[in-house]
């Protein structure tokens, strides 16, 4: 018995050992569960590095690390992104943007009919829910989901070009809020990519992993997730290894709140501007895309810079004519200030929700592009009396924190992270094993 024991002992010794070296001189496996965090105004993907530990977001051709969620159709195809993008203002009827408000929600007849007329392209109503009609050499209409679905496939084949290896796994984040349908439609989504998903992860645990507040010593963690066209607040409650939602927008929040509205006051006063220059605003397509653009440029200038001069060319008669306005951040913000104050209320209803006095929050996480802004970081910062939690990228936080998820399920070694449970279920708990 004594021998055979020892025997035992030795093999696992044995295997620790080979586990060490394995780890130590053996090249890492190449990662191939990929994290995406499909947004409803930009969408990005990323891996967890094995060996390294590090999470890396994977850029497109350009590099850029998210792509606008963006799927327009043409008679050469289905385009996806910037390039589809491009296409928006040439092709607007058949350029599709923020589906993920529709996917599987369903709707009266007279509440998508309100909802549809503030888009260029056609909503339709089918059985409950939504869908887009397109014109290209046919006419025909597609899903939500069918749409998210191009955005993840474009994703996928960056992630593969990057990676070198086949990718069919997934981790897919979706807001805290969203009911078990969204959820299986979203899940719908990634099917139709190729993609099995091995786990859907609420944004703000995901957002909060990204910050490492997972192995943090907090109790209590505000997330603020300001997109380019939604606002989400969710307050998380960390127990031991649980992270629990304790309240969140579903019902307090403003979700068509976003960098988008920031963007339209300024392109009305630029349009303003325009018109008492030249007497009349420019008809073409391409120039309203050079104004919008350009108002784009200059309101992110301004996160870092006091004063930005917007740029356009408009028309195309001799070159056109290049208009030019100095746009300070005083103005801005002028032009903004009760939209900036409106991200006040669904904080303070979520705090009162949670039963949760604001000086007992922990850590305020900021999320999206557009907590960047400095008014909006103010006002936070006065409201709670400390700074909020800015060490990691706003634009970036939902997909690396879901690239540390993707990591976990795809068994990477070595993981850093306590692996973390979350039932696709539309459960508000986070068990951390």
Same mark, same amino acid.
């Given at each position: ?31 191939? /569960? ?12 990323? $891996? ?14 350009? #590099? ?156 209590? $963690?505000?997330?603020?997730?300001? #997109? ?45 501007? $325009? ?89 305020? /996480? ?68």
């Amino acid at each position: 018995m004594a021998g055979e024991m020892s025997i035992l002992g030795s093999a696992v010794l044995a295997l620790f050992l080979a586990g060490y070296l394995g780890q130590q001189y053996l090249p890492p496996p190449k990662p191939r /569960v990929i994290g995406l965090d499909l947004g409803t105004t930009f969408c990005s993907v990323g $891996v967890f590095h094995p060996g390294v530990g590090d999470v890396e977001v994977i850029g497109d051709e350009e #590099g850029r690390k998210s792509i606008p969620s963006v799927v327009s159709f043409s008679p050469s195809g289905i385009h996806a992104g910037y390039e589809a993008q491009e296409l928006a203002d040439a092709n607007p009827y058949n350029t599709i943007y923020d589906a993920k408000r529709f996917i599987g929600k369903l709707f009266k007849p007279e509440e998508l009919e309100r909802e549809g007329a503030q888009y260029q392209f056609k909503v339709v109503y089918n059985n409950r829910s939504a869908e887009f009609s397109i014109s290209t050499n046919r006419t025909f209409t597609v899903t939500p989901e069918f749409i998210g679905s191009r955005l993840l496939l474009k994703m996928r084949k960056m992630a593969e070009k990057q990676l070198g290896v086949p990718i069919t796994k997934a981790v897919i984040s979706v807001p805290a809020e969203f009911d078990e349908r969204q959820r299986n439609y979203t899940i719908r989504a990634a099917n139709l990519a190729g993609l099995d998903v091995l786990r859907v992860i609420n944004e703000p645990t995901a957002a909060a992993m990204a910050y490492g507040l997972h192995k943090a010593d907090v109790c209590s $963690v505000l997330v603020v997730d300001l #997109g380019g066209g939604t606002l989400d607040v969710s307050l998380l409650n960390k127990q031991g290894g649980m992270f629990l939602t304790r309240a969140m927008a579903d019902c307090a929040g403003n979700n068509k709140l976003g960098g988008q509205d920031f963007n339209q006051r300024l392109l009305q006063y630029v349009e303003q501007r $325009v018109r008492q220059r030249h007497g009349a605003l420019p008809s073409r397509k391409q120039d309203r895309h050079q104004l919008r653009q350009a108002v784009e440029r200059a309101k992110l200038s301004l996160t870092l810079q006091p004063s930005a001069v917007l740029r356009a060319r408009l028309g195309h008669e001799a070159g056109g004519v290049l208009f030019e306005e100095l746009i300070t951040r005083e103005l801005f913000e002028q032009l903004n200030v009760d939209l900036f104050q409106k991200i006040l209320t669904p904080i303070e209803e979520v705090l009162r929700e949670g039963q949760l006095d604001k000086r007992e929050v922990d850590e305020i /996480v900021l999320v999206g592009g557009s907590t960047r802004i400095p008014r909006i970081r103010q006002l936070i910062r006065e409201f709670f009396g400390k700074e909020p939690n800015t060490s990691v990228d706003p634009d970036l936080a939902v997909v690396t924190g879901v690239a540390i998820q993707a990591g976990i399920m795809g068994g990477s070694w070595p993981l850093q992270v306590s692996a973390i449970e979350i039932p696709n279920r539309h459960l508000r708990k986070t068990n951390f094993n």
